[in-house]
């Protein structure tokens, strides 16, 4: 299995950009994508952006695209989410996660990390 740590959530001004980071450990020579997803208060878990591990394709949901950009550096086992004209809306607890080759659904995950964005 992969350990995920994220880092980067914070508190900002809505407009205002923020990166995260997601550190991963183990089998990381296993992983076949990595992905990001929130939960807002009140609201079911939603996955913002994937990312393939080899090729780096990416992926987004409508309400990010043009805003956010996940990217991945391989050498250093670390993905990011670059998040840009920040929304109160994007308000939410941001999660890591994982999917390994042979499987078909993320099943490594992170703690999560806070993002508030305030008006």
């Known amino acids: 299995q992969v350990q995920l740590v994220e880092s980067g959530g914070g508190l900002v001004q809505a407009g205002d950009s923020l990166r995260l980071s997601c550190a991963a450990s183990g089998r990381t020579f296993s992983m076949y994508d990595m992905g990001w997803f929130r939960r807002a208060p009140g609201k079911d878990r939603e996955r913002v952006a994937r990312i393939t591990w080899s090729a780096g394709n990416t992926y987004y949901t409508d309400s990010v695209k043009g805003r956010f950009a996940i990217s991945r550096d391989n050498a250093k086992n670390t993905m990011y989410l670059q998040m840009n004209s920040l929304k109160p809306e994007d308000t939410a607890v941001y999660y890591c996660?994982?999917?390994?080759?042979?499987?078909?659904?993320?099943?490594?995950w992170g703690q999560g990390t806070q993002v508030t964005v305030s008006s």
């Open positions: 996660a994982a999917r390994m080759q042979g499987t078909s659904a993320f099943n490594s």
